[in-house]
């Protein structure tokens, strides 16, 4: 049995969200996770694609249109002004102004949080693992962020079952 896939990238030269349903799902994921000034692009159909996260974070209504009735929704991205917020604590040490990279990532961060706010309010669970305190780029803590996303899981399971009435 085929398990249907897909997920989003952002057209960077038109600013469109892309939905990837075919072709190498390596590819796809890839498109998907490229974010700007990071990964490079990558180049499918003639589209210069990268992070699906700027115009689709949590593509909650790409599931419905797929047919699913039942979404849960996982959140990652901690709130603009949650004082654990990494990039919020590395700005605010001492007096000095905040640096350029900074503000590049903390606009990125609003303007993607508002986002990721509307696709969560359309899913039928959300799931959000205490992962504020891992910086984006830390990938040296994946064991952590996995665990953390599986204590919120076993603890969304009650509410899962009685959604679904089991």
């Given at each position: 049995?085929?398990?249907?896939?897909?997920?989003?990238?952002?057209?960077?030269?038109?600013?469109?969200?892309?939905?990837?349903?075919?072709?190498?799902?390596?590819?796809?994921?890839?498109?998907?996770?490229?974010?700007?000034?990071?990964?490079?692009?990558?180049?499918?159909?003639?589209?210069?694609?990268?992070?699906?996260?700027?115009?689709?974070?949590?593509?909650?209504?790409?599931?419905?249109?797929?047919?699913?009735?039942?979404?849960?929704?996982?959140?990652?991205?901690?709130?603009?002004?949650?004082?654990?917020?990494?990039?919020?604590?590395?700005?605010?040490?001492?007096?000095?102004?905040?640096?350029?990279?900074?503000?590049?990532?903390?606009?990125?961060?609003?303007?993607?949080?508002?986002?990721?706010?509307?696709?969560?309010?359309?899913?039928?669970?959300?799931i959000e693992p205490d992962v504020v305190h891992i910086g984006a780029g830390d990938y040296n803590h994946a064991?952590?962020?996995?665990?953390?996303?599986?204590?919120?899981?076993?603890?969304?399971?009650?509410?899962?079952?009685?959604?679904?009435?089991?």
């Amino acid at each position: 049995m085929l398990i249907p896939f897909a997920c989003t990238a952002t057209d960077i030269d038109t600013g469109e969200a892309v939905v990837l349903d075919r072709g190498s799902v390596v590819e796809a994921v890839r498109a998907s996770i490229s974010l700007p000034g990071v990964f490079t692009v990558v180049k499918r159909r003639g589209r210069n694609l990268v992070d699906g996260g700027l115009t689709n974070p949590v593509p909650v209504s790409l599931a419905r249109e797929m047919g699913a009735d039942f979404i849960i929704a996982i959140n990652v991205i901690p709130g603009v002004l949650d004082p654990t917020h990494q990039s919020i604590k590395r700005s605010t040490k001492g007096t000095r102004e905040p640096n350029i990279l900074h503000v590049l990532v903390q606009s990125i961060h609003i303007g993607t949080y508002s986002l990721v706010r509307s696709g969560l309010e359309k899913a039928d669970v959300v799931i959000e693992p205490d992962v504020v305190h891992i910086g984006a780029g830390d990938y040296n803590h994946a064991r952590e962020f996995i665990k953390q996303g599986e204590l919120a899981a076993q603890n969304a399971m009650p509410e899962i079952k009685s959604r679904l009435g089991a």
